[in-house]
């Protein structure tokens, strides 16, 4: 079985190969079945198989999904989120999306979606895989997972993937009535709008208050270290408290770079920076709190005694 042949199509294929690329180069449907029988290869779809010692991963199932739902056919929605660098749960079903609504097309273990809106469609090589572009991976994903798409969001700004306007013209070009996940879309653009810095009164003032009803050490603001402002140094450690807006993430080449360096340097010289949103400190305070908690029991323990810090309030 000159299965050889196929080791181009499968270095450019994440390990996969196909019945169509095997006919293409000769090799017979025989010799194939006859690949997938003797476990040189594993079929994962009709058509689509694994070559023995390719090492599994997201982009390979992904682009079985997507090879097996023919052509046209991209990851979308949590799939697509994934392959954009978005954090998704492990359990998350593949998805796929077609180009056009007048194919159907059943794929075992894949959900394949046949769209009514036909507005952005050009799929984008992610990892070499046919997927979704940023701004309808949100959109969808808003239709199967409306609480994820609002750090997605602030996800694929932080990664300088799309731009705020960006964003807002894909609302524009697909929010019509019935369009599933532009309710979702548009809550997000909209808490995106607020999710700003306060001022430094306030946010010395909230951050204070915090760390004192949740029984944890003091924090000097505006403290100097390594060479840097940072927003909290937490009294007698190396923990930093970062407070984060979402227009800080990355949107300017310049400032991304500088956050990076500033970044790695404050890990160098030895602190543990914990980051967290204004948005986070006001709607889930106990969240920050125990995040607070765990970087300080891990890297000054001592002082969780000396404060007599208990569990979260």
Known sequence: MRLDLLEPFALRH???????????????????????????????????????????????????????????AMASHRTAAALWGIERPDDDPLEVLLSSRSRCVSVDDVVVHRPRDLVDLRPVLRDRVPTSNPMRTLLDLGAVDADA?????????????????????????????????????RDALDRLDTDGLPTDSELETVMRDLLTVSRLPPAIFHARVAGYEVDFLVAGSCVVLECDGWTSHGLDRDQFEYDRLRGADLVAAGYAVVHFTWRQVIDTPGLVVGRIRRAIARWAPHLLVEAGSGQDP
Not at 33 to 61: C, D, K, M
Not at 150 to 177: D, I, T, W
């Open 149 to 185: 798409v609002y750090p997605a969001a602030v996800a694929v700004l932080a990664a300088g993937l799309v731009s705020p306007m960006a964003l807002k013209s894909a609302l524009m070009r697909h929010a019509r009535k019935g369009r599933h996940g532009v309710s979702a879309f």
């Open 14 to 72: 994440h390990g996969l190969i196909t019945r169509e690329a095997a006919l293409g180069v000769g090799i017979s449907e025989r010799t194939w079945y006859r690949a997938v029988g003797s476990g040189a290869a594993e079929l994962l779809h009709p058509g689509v198989a694994r070559l023995w010692g390719s090492a599994p991963s997201l982009p390979q199932r992904a682009l079985a999904a997507v090879l097996a739902a023919g052509r046209g």
